[in-house]
């Protein structure tokens, strides 16, 4: 025997271990265990310094919706949300996510126009100012109301003073350089008159008049408007009106300005006269019968925008009459005469006109109009009398069908990307306007750390959609509608209607192969569809297969019906039924269905499109009325050519090149004789019209490779079952308490509604026995099963199982405490999956393909096979499998198979070479399957040394040598909670399994020592949302569904972490401040004297003294190392630039009016000159010039 020498970190020491395979193999971290027998050499490369979690970027439309915000000379958008997030938009490439700390709401959103910054006010009344000119911002500042709730803000144009109106109905000044408080307040008693004897209202508008900065517009939500003179300290008009005010627009003017009102109404009003609205109009109000107008919907917002050469536009949300119920929300545009209203598909939350200028006293020229939904972001192009909508280039619809599952893939093939885009480009919607995206502002360039990466989401409709996530953004390549390969369901009435799924076509998990461009989908109805990829379009018929993977729970065996026949299966219950259907007899009740599946595939020739096209369907059957169980488990391989799938139930095994079923059996069956907890087997569903007879599965594994001949379409299923006798299986006695109830109820639904990863939360109780019930709530809804897991067994507080749920699993005999509480706590279910080559028993020299199999126990198994090589006989020779028995537990499900080769590198899955199969015939160069294997060593002596299985659960993970099947290494992940995703994934060069845990915590470990490299608590599991769609790939990489509409990525990578800044977007660049218009001499003399009012001189501490302390808090930004270290150079930086740019502008001003005073001489000079030479020449006669 040679010695084992470790060469892993520094171990020189081993421990004893427990008995290979029990799950008290070695507890510490990364314990080696009993000294195997062969030669192991890895040199370790990654350490802790090599790991740091950071999230990256968020995709997909930001949820809940509340506010919105454009900056006209950065041309960058802002989105607030009902959480405390913020998005913010530029060009593609330029995505910031953004979140307040206390996650309250944002009400209102302030750029800061062309000086990069930005105002939010939140829902808990506080202001917050945040610098984007990093590119990851940061809140410089913050102020904490106390004593008064924030209603509006308003911040004029190159002014650093922000107007703040409350709910009281005061309006507040703060300076936004120093975020403090000013002394000057408009009270709310002051503005109105002394005579009114109510209370005015929140302010719902703050807005400077066009014509003199100097007055302050507040609208009142009673419908009260005061016109404040800042300078005066007093009301210049008031005007109350009788119904209550939303918003107000002003002409660029400043002579006129409008309001829009409760009762649907748009009031016009002159400053010439004030006393009443010189125009009022309902434009969705028609006149009924008797005189009388509609009554309608109150107008929420309306803007008034002027334009050069065109009529003004008028846009409005709301207003709509209210006799009309289930009308879709509105946006109406009125230019001129014409009025156009644009329906929406989710209500407006806000929306904002885009303008060529940022002064409010020029020309506005509006170009677009950006509209905020509940669910979505459109731009309207304004510039075309159609108004066309832009084309979107951000991934807003993400949720488009609410997401289910995900699926990260990253280092791609370099061509499957173009390939995916080109086929999907030709099925791209039409009819958006032509002109660029109007959102172009930041700067963003294409990284040189960037690969191949490719997300691909299943949605609950049934379509999945591929995108194109490379250098962290994130665009829709391709889009399949799994739906196309089935009959439509037709609608049920009575009880059948109850059992019918709302959302038959769900996707639950995919399988995809990027070399071989193999892809496979498992949806809620129990069905599996299989697509290969085409560049042509072809006709084809979809190929059905049929499966009864059903067991009842009451045909248990007693020990001595069982003496002589281990395992007990039926060949009519297993017996493939391919290309035929069994739809139910229409006079059949739903409850009765049987060998019928649950949705109908198309059983004629389709012309399918090029792309991915469906080659194979298998279907789980209904079984004596009751449906199907979810499938758990799937995996595919292309070079095989076969595929694996699992249930509570047990396992079935596919090949799909013959499409015929290899496998189909329950996974006591699969056990055999080396079941650890020695259960007695449950048969499979008995086919109540069949009259076939019995089987055993015999334990001589002579008699089992002599059976594996046989032709897999034959009535038994390829092999492993004889036929001993033919009597009839004895039916197990009722207990004393009658007839047992069935494990369904008659009116329980066959499957939940499809579950939305966007949609499910469930809380995590903190005690350790709670926590085993919330698991196995996460896991049943995981899966859609009940499942048993063996660490629950050794709990010292046993669970308390609901009277029904007790009786549905009691039973009539006397049976060992530890064999009937795994029987009462439902099937073990298959809940992983694994194709590779490897050992299938300890003796074997050289590898074979083999399944790896892991339950829900616990329990790992392996089923190698026997699989012709020749491409002809591959086609026309049977595939012959044989379990060879449980090769190791652990505690918890099984959750992941990875296999190393003795140097410590990753071997990648066989795979067969993409060919087209409906490309032309060329004769020289004939169409024949190409495989790809990798041997487990560089070297081919060392091929047949064996090779490394990482095994990962719920609780722990093990490294064991095959064949020997020797536990190398174990290490306990976690006791207090469980893992809820795992992966070996490639970081740095080398290799780690990463691991999700329900308490949060993110870890990496090494392998294959399995050395703790990183333990970061990162996300509490709050919600399934999160753990049905977490996901890791290479790179250090990974990704979750934040929200029900965003996708939210990850790195625990320190390189990805160091050269993120490189990445990401810049949010501001330096541009120019465009150049007010000449307002011309008469304009400038008539127009009023707005140059002539300082804000500093009025609202500063000199004159208007300091604010209340009592009222406002001032809270220093809290924004991390990097926040610090802005807020210690670079605001000092950035406000000494604002006021540069201050005082630049007030020189310009200044010169401007020096300017204008020297024409004003000169033209004093001119007319004196002129009055002189008047004068002189005045009594001269005509002929003495």
Known sequence: MKKFRKVLDGLTTSSPGGTIGSPSCGSAAGTPTATPTKEIDVQETLVSENFQLCKTVRHGFPYQPTALAFDPVQKILAVGSRTGGIRILGRPGVDCYCQHDSGAAVLHLQFLINEGALVTACADDTLHLWNLRQRRPAVLHSL????????FCHLPFQSKWLY????????????????????YVIMWNKAIELSTKTHPGPVVHLSDSPKDEGKLLIGFESGTIVQWDLRGKKADFRIYYDEAIHSVGWHHEGKQFMCSHSDGSLSMWNLRNTTRPFQVTFPHGKIQKDGKKESCKPILKVEYKTSRNSEPFVIFSGGLSYDKAGRRPTLTIMHGKAITVLEMDYPIVEFMALCETPYNNEVQEPYAVVV???????????TQSNFPVFENPYPMD????????????????????????????????????????????????????????????????????????????????????????FEKPKPAEGRAAELVEEDPFAIQMVSWCPQSRIFCVVGISAHIILYRFSKYDANTQIVSLEVRLQYEAEDVISPSENENNPCFSESGSQSPQTH??????????????????????????????????????IQLLWVDGEPPQQITSLDINSAYGLLAFGNCNGLAVVDYLQKTILLCMSTLDVYGAADPYQRLTRSPRRNRQSTSGLTELSDNQQSIDMERSKSPTSDHVNGHCTSPTSQPKPRVPMGPEGPRLTRRGAGRPPFRKAQSAACMEISLPVSHTEGYASRRAMLQQLHGVSMYSHDEHHTTAPYCWSERESRENSFSRSRSSSVSSIDRDTKEAITTLQFGESFGRKSDALPTPCLWVGTSLGVVLLIPMSIPTDNEERMEEPVTIGPSGMVLMLKGSVLHFSFLDCMGALIQSPHEVWRDLNAPEDPDRPRRRKLVHFSPSSSQDNYGEGHLAVVCSEKQAKVILMPSQSCLFVHNITESSFVLRADVVSVCNSVCLACFCANGHVMTLSLPSLRPLMDVNYLPMTDMRIARTFCFTNGGQALYLSSPTEIQRITYSQEMFDNLQEMLGELFTPIETPEAQNRGFLKGFFGGNSHNFDREELFGETSAGKGSRSLAQHIPGQAGMEGMKVAASGVVGDLARARIALDERGQRLGELEDRTALMMTSAETFSKHAHGLMLKCKDKKWYQF
């Open 144 to 151: 904490k109301f106390n004593r008064e709730r924030i209603t």
């Open 580 to 617: 035929h259907q069994h739809p139910a007899s229409p006079g059949t009740p739903e409850g009765n269905k049987d060998s019928t599946p649950c949705i109908k595939v198309k059983d004629r020739m389709v012309r399918v499109p090029p792309g991915y096209q469906a080659e194979l369907v």
């Open 398 to 485: 993400i949720h488009e069908s609410p997401v289910t599952c995900t699926a990260y893939f990253a280092d791609c093939p370099p061509n499957i990307i173009p390939i995916l885009y080109s086929i999907g480009a030709k099925h791209k919607k039409t009819g958006y306007s032509q002109k660029e995206w109007p959102v172009a502002g930041g700067l963003w360039t294409l990284g040189s750390h960037t690969y191949p990466e490719i997300i691909v989401t299943g949605h609950a409709d049934g379509s999945i959609k591929f995108w194109d996530a490379s250098a962290i953004t994130l665009q829709m390549l391709y889009k399949l509608k799994t739906s196309k390969a």
């Open 372 to 382: 905020l939904l509940e669910k979505d972001l459109i731009v309207v192009d304004l």
């Open 164 to 183: 703040v109106g409350t709910e009281r109905g005061n309006t507040h000044i703060v300076n936004i350089e120093s975020f403090i408080l000013s002394g």
